[in-house]
């Protein structure tokens, strides 16, 4: 299993920003509401914005993230 960790300044209340990598999109998002998140919107038919029990939001996605380099 390859764990990554990516930094990234954020302009909200959050003090992180979460990125879920998933296989099946809608499968994962269904396992997250089943944990207690809820889906706050579709960005873009790629990421489902979710939101954690305590109002943290986060996102869940299918491919993988390409950051450019700094």
Same mark, same amino acid.
């Given at each position: 299993?390859?764990?990554?960790? *990516? *930094?990234?300044? =954020?302009? +909200? =209340?959050? !003090?992180? +920003?979460?990125?879920?990598? %998933? $296989? $099946?999109?809608? %499968?994962? #998002? /269904? !396992?997250?509401?089943?944990?207690? /998140?809820?889906? /706050?919107? *579709? =960005?873009? $038919? !790629? @990421? @489902?914005?979710?939101? #954690? &029990?305590?109002? +943290?939001?986060?996102?869940? +996605?299918?491919?993988?993230? =390409?950051? &450019?380099?700094?």
């Amino acid at each position: 299993m390859n764990t990554s960790l *990516l *930094l990234q300044k =954020v302009d +909200h =209340v959050s !003090r992180i +920003h979460l990125n879920i990598e %998933a $296989d $099946d999109l809608q %499968a994962k #998002a /269904a !396992r997250l509401e089943g944990l207690g /998140a809820r889906r /706050a919107g *579709l =960005v873009r $038919d !790629r @990421w @489902w914005l979710m939101e #954690a &029990p305590n109002g +943290h939001r986060f996102m869940s +996605h299918e491919e993988s993230l =390409v950051l &450019p380099e700094l």
